[in-house]
Structure formats: structure tokens, C-alpha cells
């Protein structure tokens, strides 16, 4: 996401690179390309030039010290300005209520069902919350089934009642069977339109009055650019509603939502959809987001991803193997599938600052360790726990019981002797400018 927005800013900042001041003419060079770059992502016109205005009038205001270049500071003026029009700070959901509703909105087809099932999810697994959700969308018997699927993937109940086409009579019934069975949080999911039209603002705005939610969440896909800050707009005019979901941001998104959504309808947005599975959400931080953007990376979300994966235990253990030089592929496909927990494999690694553009041109999807862990699967028990055992003959069984090639396997072995170096020279606290240059390597390899 963002990919081409990052390149053209980037492309921007180096009008000046070499230059010894800021001045009025390198700043109106360097802010016509940003107005630019922000159009060719979808943003708004009027929300492009209010931008490059803010910030010309702030670079401009501003005395560059010695230590500082002006393209350095440019960045952190883009880079403010940036985090100040997606909302400045993360704002949480609201969980106030006993039980909390919250009330879901959107256009048919936005990912209201999905992203219903993975707040669920969330809020289930990191809040230890207990939730509840519930079929409200009566006209579309696919989101009540989808429902009921998701449901049971993450162990949630699903209210429905069946041959009952009234959402709002759905919903009251909802809260009151969740305060009888002790559930603490309702997620009511509702019917959408494939353009807004008045008997589904009218179904929506009854289903707020009769059950008073605490939050309001409006769902829009990002890939719809500028017509999802249109819709939103609409939709905040009869709801008010309290915050913003962006679905899709993985696929082929300009961002233009993104940008544009926080100044038209003075709401922030507060979770985004990063993919089809369950736990692929992120809740929403403007500060972060404005990192990625700008090719900084996102090291706090990173750390806060792998801490959700992290075993003390397992650590303790690969610490001492690591320090025994005894890391085995046992040990690889462990590490491969906390890795594989954390996310799309192209994401995590954006958030390394540097790595972004690195990866940009890398085929890196939820497949990718597929071929490796083949190879793995077909040694045996006594050559994953010593990989020195593995000759020429073995190397020939284990890829033919892989589907795959002698040459693959030799690379991988090389690439299990280079990561098991790696990780000892992080272990050891070595140069980790040396370490990201070897995965840099490694990953072109697979």
C-alpha cells in the first residue's frame, strides 16, 4: 500500500538534496511534485493544496540548522503534516457500555461481515473481551451464512432469527440475549446498498435509535478512492457516526481514502483491513501510518506483532541454542511459523525502515515459505536436528520427496548456514547493518 505515493515523495525530497538552504523556489520545486504525488493518489484537491500550503508556510517559517539539511527537515514537516491530516493520534474504540454496542455501516460489499468477524477477534483475543455478533443483514442470506462461518472459526456466537426481516427488532432481541448470557460486547452487522439510498439510511438510522450504540463504525473499502470520502460523508451526515474502518489496504490502493477521509468528516479513522484472514486487522495509528508512507518503516507496530507471537520460554531456549551454535531446521520452522503469525510477509517486512523499498520488486505472499517448508518436511527427524548429515545422496531423496530440485535444497542448506549466522550475530549483539544486508540477500533467494 502507499508504494506508489512513497516513491513520488521520495522522488520530491531529492529536488533538495545538495542544497544549502531552504528557500522560497526550491520549496515551491519540491511542493509542486508532493501536490503531485497526493493527486495521483486520489486525494482530494482542495485537501492537496491545503496540505503543500501548510507546509510551505511551515518550511518556510523555520531556520535550518547546521546539523540539519533542508531535505531532512522537509521530511519532518511532510512528516508531521502528513500524521496531522490522518487525525493526528490514535483514538480507540469505545468499550464504555454494559454490554457495548457497537453498530456497523457501509456499502454492500465494503467488508462489513468480514471486518465484523475479525473485530470479534480482536477484541476476544487482546481485550479479553467476550463478544456477540449478530446478524442484521436480512435481504442477503450469503452475509448471515458468512457470518455464521466466521463465527465459528473464531469461536464467537452468532445471533440470528430466522424467518425475522426486521433488523431493528434483531437488534433489541441481540442486546438482550447477550445480557442474559453474559456476552459483553455486541457487534451488530447491517445491511448495505450498492449505492445509498434513502430506505437504507432510513433501516440504519432506526436500528441507532433503538439500541444507542456506543460506537458507530463506518466500513469503506480503500480502493474506491475519492467515491469512499463521498460516501462518508454521506452516511456521517445521518449517522454521526464515531469512527472510520478502512478495508483493503493490501491490495492495489493509491491511499487517497486515507488521506482525504479524516479532514472531510472530522472523524478518525480507527482500525484498517490488511486481508481476507481473520486476524488481518491493524487498528489505526496516524504517527506510524505516516512512517510507512515516507519509507521510515514502523518498528513500534513490528515489536508490538512479534511481541503477540512471543514465548519466553522458546526464547530462552533459541538463546541457548543460538549461543551453542545447535539451531537446527527444527528450530527454522518454528521461527518460520511465528513469523508466518505476524502477518503478510511483504507487510511485516515494510515495517523495517529501509526494507520497504527493498522488498518493493520481491514476490512475497502468505505462499512463500511453502516451497522451504516442503523441503524441511521431507528430511528426516535425525537430519533436521543435524543438517551437517544431509550429502549428496540425501540431497537427492529429500528433493524428490519435496517436489522440488537438487538446487533448490542446496540453496536452501545455504541459506539455513547464512540465517543461522545471522541470528548468532544478533544474539551476540553484532553489526545489525551487516545482518539486514544479509537478509536482503537471502530473501531475493526465495
Known amino acids: 500500500m502507499f508504494e506508489n505515493l512513497s516513491d513520488r515523495l521520495e522522488k520530491s525530497f531529492k529536488i533538495l538534496k545538495g542544497q544549502g538552504m531552504i528557500t522560497e523556489i526550491n520549496v515551491a520545486e519540491t511542493l509542486k511534485d508532493i501536490r503531485r504525488a497526493l493527486l495521483d493518489a486520489d486525494v482530494n484537491f482542495r485537501i492537496a493544496k491545503k496540505f503543500t500550503d501548510d507546509v510551505k508556510e511551515k518550511a518556510l517559517g523555520q531556520q535550518v540548522l547546521t546539523a540539519v ?6 521530511v519532518k514537516i511532510v512528516k508531521d503534516e502528513l500524521t496531522s491530516l490522518m487525525g493526528g493520534k490514535f483514538e480507540d474504540v469505545n468499550l464504555t457500555g454494559n454490554p457495548t454496542v457497537i453498530l456497523m455501516s457501509g456499502l454492500q460489499g465494503s467488508g462489513k461481515t468480514t471486518f465484523s468477524g475479525k473485530l470479534a477477534n480482536l477484541l476476544k483475543s487482546k481485550k479479553g473481551r467476550h463478544p456477540l455478533l449478530v446478524a442484521g443483514d436480512v435481504y442477503r442470506p450469503a452475509a448471515i451464512d458468512q457470518l455464521k462461518v466466521l463465527g465459528e472459526q473464531i469461536n464467537v456466537p452468532v445471533y440470528t432469527e430466522e424467518g425475522n426481516m426486521d433488523p431493528v ?14 456476552y459483553d460486547v455486541v457487534i451488530v452487522d447491517t445491511a448495505g446498498r450498492l449505492a445509498v439510498d434513502e430506505q437504507m439510511m432510513n433501516e440504519i438510522a432506526a436500528i441507532k435509535k ?6 458507530i463504525l463506518f466500513v469503506v473499502d480503500s480502493m474506491t478512492g475519492q467515491d469512499a470520502v463521498n460516501t462518508a460523508k454521506e452516511f456521517n451526515d445521518r449517522l454521526d457516526f464515531d469512527g472510520v474502518v478502512l478495508t483493503k489496504l493490501d491490495g492495489d490502493t493509491r491511499g487517497g481514502a486515507a488521506l482525504s477521509i479524516r479532514s472531510v468528516v472530522e472523524k478518525p479513522i480507527k482500525f484498517v483491513g490488511t486481508g481476507e484472514k481473520v486476524d488481518a486487522i491493524d487498528v489505526f495509528h496516524p504517527d506510524r501510518m505516516a512512517d510507512r508512507i515516507l519509507g521510515m518503516g514502523d518498528i513500534v507496530s513490528l ?23 545447535t539451531f537446527n531446521f527444527n528450530d527454522f520452522l518454528k521461527q518460520i511459523n511465528q513469523i ?6 511483504k507487510d511485516v517486512m515494510s515495517m523495517i525502515p529501509g526494507m520497504g523499498k527493498a522488498m518493493k520488486n520481491m514476490d512475497l505472499d502468505d505462499d512463500a515459505f511453502k516451497s522451504i517448508e516442503a523441503i524441511i518436511f521431507s528430511m528426516t527427524n535425525e537430519e533436521r536436528e543435524n543438517p551437517s548429515l544431509i550429502n549428496g545422496s540425501r540431497r537427492k531423496r529429500i528433493a524428490d520427496g519435496s517436489g522440488s530440485n537438487i538446487q533448490e535444497v542446496n540453496r536452501l542448506l545455504k541459506q539455513f548456514t547464512e540465517t543461522r549466522k545471522m541470528m548468532k550475530m544478533v544474539s551476540q549483539g553484532k553489526n545489525m547493518q551487516r545482518v539486514m544486508s544479509g537478509m536482503q540477500r537471502g530473501g531475493r533467494r526465495f
Not at 210 to 215: G, H, I, L, Q
Not at 303 to 320: G, P
Not at 340 to 345: F, I, S
Open 303 to 325: 515489536v508490538e506483532k512479534a511481541q503477540e507471537q512471543f514465548d519466553a520460554e522458546e526464547a530462552k531456549k533459541l538463546q541457548n541454542k543460538l549461543a551453542k551454535n
Open 169 to 182: 427488532k434483531i437488534a433489541k432481541a441481540a442486546i438482550k440475549e447477550a445480557k442474559n448470557k453474559g
Open 210 to 215: 433503538a439500541v444507542d450504540p456506543e460506537e
Open 69 to 74: 539539511k533542508p531535505g531532512q527537515l522537509m
Open 340 to 345: 508466518k503469525k505476524m502477518g503478510n510477509l
